[in-house]
């Protein structure tokens, strides 16, 4: 299942993103797209914005001409980048809706399955905007999503390339009490989490007049009288305000994406596309495992070659035909040159020998490797041929093998293995 959601995804799915109306002609993404429809994969993944558009085009085109039950596959979609003019791009209602009907155009489709909000709006960082403008967004995007799905646009909505800060964010409003078998007033005390793990009692600062807010660097936790202290951990920017001497002794106000939807009665996320690899791992293998066990919300992983760096094409220099030669990429192409570039393909010459040892290419390591990840629900493929594909597509049978002997072997290879209280499901 994709997360703890009732919708059922292959672990592998197929991605557009430079292939599809760019890299690889039509008949060939026909191709590409048949032969993974009859080996099972069922989620297949595009953008509004790649290739400008032709993506969903040639997606959807292909998609008609096959004519199989919309009901035997999953499509979606990622809203953002649409056009030039300003109302054309962002997370805005109006964006989200336009966007999403102008994608189901191209992809002459009724509905596609889930829609991603394609990155927290740059233009309202999360850590920068005012709390109450910040729950505005959030709760913009969130109406504007649960309205999509209810008017038969999408079946779910999910986030892409946002952080768990992001899905989850929170702030505190703490609140004075009167205790009622006190003589005079006393103040909530606070239990404080600093960022170096310490525990400290604190009292409220003094001389704050009411409805004033003020910033704190710390995580807190209250005290709830008789049933002793509840520590709960906040990202590191607290707002506390005091509020009638009377009030309870502690109001936790919680201004994410899936609170607001709890809140208001709207509809969650239900997973996040992430970019993972074994050369980027911190926020699928130490923030999205939290978010799985706690709301449900599943991953979908993109780019498991690194782009194709870990294919070892890029070793000797630049393929003419591949990615990282292609218009518009030369990031790509810099990063591959760079020291961290030429370090990472170092690495995948030592991967080598584990991948000879376990009857699979280095590329079906590296899927596998991703597929073995907690809360991953399906790794997306980015093939510009058939052959491609099926080499890919026989990294399920790899998965198997990678034991956690296996695993810890790569680990250390590696070197990069984010601190992590849980291990892998290998």
Known sequence: NLGKSGLRVSCLGLGTWVTFGSQISDEMAENVLTVAYENGVNLFDTAEVYASGKAEKTLGNILKSKGWRRSSYVVTTKIYWGGQAETERGLSRKHII????????RLQLEYVDIVFANRMDANSPMEECDPNFRLLLLEEIVRA????????????????RWSAMEIMFRTVLLHFKKCPRARKPRAASLLVLD??????????????????????NVQVAVKRGKAGYTLRPFPPIGDWMPGSISNIIGYLHHSEAYSVARQFNLIPPVCEQAEYHMFQRDKVETQLPELYHKIGVGAITWSPLACGLITGK????????????????????????SEDGKKQQAKVKELHPIAERLGCTVAQLAIAWCLRSEGVSSVLLGVS???????NLGSIQVLTQLTPQVVQEIDALLGNKPNTKKESRA
Request: with cysteine.
């Open 98 to 105: 336009e966007g999403l009907k102008g994608s189901l155009q």
């Open 145 to 160: 999503m649960t309205y999509v799905i209810n008017q038969g646009m999408a079946m779910y909505w999910g986030t892409s």
């Open 195 to 216: 960022r170096g793990g310490g525990l400290s009692m604190r009292e409220p600062p003094q001389n704050v007049k009411r409805g004033e807010v003020l910033r704190t």
């Open 314 to 337: 890029y070793e000797e220099r630049v393929p003419e035909n591949c990615r990282a030669a292609m218009k518009g990429y030369q990031w790509l192409k810099e990063k591959l040159q």
């Open 385 to 391: 041929s058939t052959d491609q594909l099926i080499e």
